[in-house]
């Protein structure tokens, strides 16, 4: 199904912490549920979950990103590590602190979500040494995978000359965007909001129809091609030349959302490197996107059990 090719992955790394327990009795101090902790989980989150899902389906990958110098960027990077990623590309800046979200889940249930982070932009320093080396971390890649969370990294002039070489190179560039500034991803072969995120890009009065949306997101954006992820109602396939392509999502018993997107991501990523069309890679999104949501917290989807999973609802 997919050839292990090269792949650039680029965004910001987080440390997402799963603490799992049960729920049997109110705190006296305030109305709030105790949880009685049975297991703790540490996994790299953010563009780090589409690396590992990368991995998964067989991708080798140089990561480009930033961690803190502390413990948690440490972890990540250590992790990351112990799965064959080239981590070279990944930058360490002592003010940063590593951003980690800690996730409690009771019975199977999120019941809250606690986030250390900051938002500040990639020192100026580290953005020109990061700038001055992409053609370094270029070399070999047959795709560029963008995973935006919106926490400093991606910086515009940063974001500018990585989509600029890669035009320059022919290299396909796909993007899961943050925020309704859509401009920020000018020149990239396709960005992948979901309906919500592409809706407030558009800024168009309420009630436009998807096709309304994509039209003005097309005309405002210099892309080659917009996918729309619209839960419950699959994909949508935007492009100037081939219109609108509808992909009916494979529905599987929701368990959490949490990842899902960079999931696709890594799908759609190891797709197009693989020599596959964006109608092939859009229909494997769906199949993984299925299985992602099944499961609970950021999920990994193998090559094999999407080949399974795609073969099943063929049949």
């Given at each position: 199904m997919f050839t292990p090719k090269k792949i650039l992955a680029v965004g910001d790394l987080m440390l997402d912490l799963?603490?799992?327990g049960s729920v049997e009795r109110?705190?006296?101090e305030a109305p709030i549920p105790i949880l009685h902790v049975s297991e703790e989980r540490r996994h790299a989150g953010g563009v780090g979950n589409a690396i590992l899902n990368?991995?998964?389906l067989g991708m080798q990958v140089v990561a480009l990103s930033r961690v803190g110098d502390d413990a948690e960027g440490a972890l990540l990077l250590a992790e990351l590590e112990s799965e064959g990623v080239d981590v070279s590309g990944v930058v360490v800046e002592k003010s940063f602190p590593t951003p980690r979200k800690n996730r409690m889940i009771a019975s199977g249930q999120q019941i809250?979500?606690?986030?250390h982070e900051s938002t500040s932009p990639l020192s100026p320093f580290l953005e020109k040494r990061v700038i001055e080396r992409l053609a370094l971390y270029l070399e070999e890649i047959a795709v560029v995978a963008i995973?935006?969370?919106?926490?400093g990294f991606l910086t515009p002039t940063l974001l500018s000359a990585l989509i600029g070489l890669t035009r320059e190179r022919g290299i396909p560039l796909v993007v899961d965007p943050k925020g309704v500034d859509f401009g920020r991803y000018h020149g990239a072969t396709l960005i992948k909001p979901n309906l919500l995120e592409a809706t407030l890009s558009a800024r168009l009065a309420p009630g436009a129809t998807i096709d309304q949306i994509a039209e003005q997101i097309l005309a405002d954006v210099?892309?080659?091609h917009l996918m729309i992820t619209r839960s419950s109602e699959g994909i949508s396939l935007f492009s100037h030349e081939e219109g609108r392509h509808d992909f009916p999502a494979r529905l599987h018993q929701v368990k959490d959302v949490t990842g899902a997107g960079d999931t696709v991501l890594a799908v759609v990523t190891a797709s197009l490197a693989s020599g596959l069309d964006l109608k092939e890679a859009s229909e494997l999104a769906n199949v993984a996107?299925?299985?992602?949501?099944?499961?609970?917290g950021c999920a990994r989807v193998t090559a094999t059990e999407l080949e399974a999973q795609n073969h099943r609802a063929e049949c």
């Open positions: 799963y603490t799992f109110i705190s006296p990368l991995r998964s809250v979500r606690v986030d995973s935006d969370y919106a926490k210099a892309i080659d996107a299925g299985i992602a949501i099944s499961r609970l």
